[in-house]
C-alpha cells in the first residue's frame, strides 16, 4: 500500500479541541423512525477499512487517521461528532480510503439532514 498522502505529526493526537474530552453519552442516537437509518459509528468505519486492506494494515490506517484528523482517543470510542474530521481525512487520502471517507461524509449529512427533517428543524 502506498503511504497516507498526509504526513503523521508526532503528538498530534494530543491537541484535540477541548470541546472532544466532553463528558460521553452512553449510546449513541436511535435510527430514524420510518427510515431505519442509524448514524455511522466507529465500528462502521473500522469495519469498512477492516474489508479492504484486513485486521493488521486496519490498526496502522486507523491510528493514522485519528491522528490525522487531530483526535484524542485515549481509550475511549469516537462519537459522530467526531466522525466528520475523520471523514474528511479519509476523504483526502487516495484510492480506498478516500471511498471510505467520502461515504463516511455522506452518510453523516444524510443522517442528520433527516433528523432535522423529522424533528422539523429548519436545514
Known amino acids: 500500500m502506498p503511504p497516507l498522502a498526509a504526513p503523521i505529526r508526532p503528538g498530534a493526537s494530543d491537541?484535540?479541541?477541548?470541546?472532544?474530552?466532553?463528558?460521553?453519552?452512553?449510546?449513541?442516537?436511535?435510527?430514524?423512525?420510518g427510515y431505519g437509518?442509524?448514524?455511522?459509528?466507529?465500528?462502521?468505519?473500522?469495519?469498512?477499512?477492516r474489508r479492504h486492506f484486513g485486521a493488521d494494515e486496519t490498526a496502522r490506517i486507523w491510528d493514522?487517521?485519528?491522528r490525522g484528523a487531530g483526535l484524542r482517543r485515549h481509550g475511549r470510542t469516537l462519537l459522530p461528532?467526531?466522525?466528520a474530521p475523520l471523514a474528511a481525512w479519509l476523504a483526502g487520502q487516495e484510492g480506498v480510503l478516500r471511498a471510505v471517507g467520502q461515504s463516511l461524509a455522506i452518510r453523516l449529512r444524510t443522517y442528520r439532514l433527516l433528523a432535522a427533517t423529522r424533528a422539523g428543524a429548519p436545514r
Not at 484535540?16 to 442516537?29: E, F, Q, T
Not at 437509518?37 to 477499512?49: F, N, R, S
Open 15 to 33: 491537541h484535540g479541541a477541548p470541546d472532544r474530552d466532553r463528558a460521553r453519552p452512553a449510546a449513541p442516537p436511535p435510527p430514524i423512525p
Open 64 to 66: 493514522a487517521a485519528c
Open 37 to 49: 437509518l442509524a448514524i455511522p459509528t466507529e465500528a462502521d468505519v473500522v469495519h469498512a477499512i
Open 81 to 83: 461528532d467526531d466522525l
